[in-house]
């Protein structure tokens, strides 16, 4: 069955302290992974688009990895309005429909 | 150029009443999606439309959940009979087609009391 887990659940860091979140899925033939950053009371916001396992994509404080496996949205050196909860959705080369983690909250304190 | 627009921004109603949901894609994309998201949770998928093609409603959780697109362009979501259950946070996004990049409204709130 086609799943994707995201973890952890909540992250708080201090300003300026880079760490990972991490995005793992299971699917029968990968089509693409996105990364979506929500605010709270606003629709998802496009970050990025990955296609092949060892692909890379930078915007800002924000990298986005692919394996085979799972996917890394590394965030360096955080500011507080990096706040946000981070979706992960990957496409499946069978069938057009998104398959959606449950997200990220991370939460960045001054 | 004009995002994917959603109306109302939020919706309190009864128990029983019927709800429209409004939304407007972005120019020119012919894919059009439906999502719910309850509260902490992820996207769940509603519905799917594609050009002229007949829509993918595999994710309508019951018959009060229905859904039309005119034209190729603005969709309505209609809940009839609303149910406490119902609230949540009502997403739509469109795309160019149907394997590419999704952009999302910033939803509709509805709350049923």
């Known amino acids: 069955e086609d799943q994707v887990t995201q973890s952890p659940e909540a992250l708080r860091l201090q300003e300026g302290e880079s760490s990972s979140l991490n995005c793992s899925y299971t699917?029968?033939?990968?089509?693409?992974l996105f990364w979506y950053r929500q605010d709270p009371g606003k629709g998802p916001e496009f970050l990025f688009t990955?296609?092949?396992?060892?692909e890379e994509k930078e915007k800002e404080r924000l990298k986005a990895t692919l394996t085979k496996k799972e996917s890394f949205l590394h965030i360096t050196a955080p500011k507080p309005e990096d706040s946000a909860t981070y979706l992960c959705a990957v496409a499946p080369r069978s069938n057009y429909q998104l398959i959606w983690g449950a997200g990220t909250k991370l939460i960045i304190k001054p | 150029g004009a995002g994917v627009s959603q109306s109302p921004s939020n919706k309190v109603t009864e128990k029983g009443k019927d709800v429209e949901l409004r939304c407007d894609p972005i120019?020119?994309?012919?894919?059009l999606y439906w999502y719910r998201q309850s509260l902490g949770q992820g996207l769940e998928f509603l519905i799917y439309f594609q050009g002229n093609s007949a829509p993918d409603k595999s994710g309508l959780p019951s018959d009060r959940f229905s859904a039309e697109r005119t034209g190729g362009s603005v969709s309505t979501l209609t809940i009839q009979r609303t149910q406490q259950e119902d609230s949540a946070v009502y997403l739509c996004a469109s795309s160019l087609a149907v394997t590419d990049t999704q952009y999302f409204g910033p939803g509709t709130r509805l709350t049923v009391l």
């Open positions: 120019s020119g994309h012919t894919a």
């Open positions: 990955l296609y092949s396992a060892g």
């Open positions: 699917v029968s033939g990968l089509r693409g």
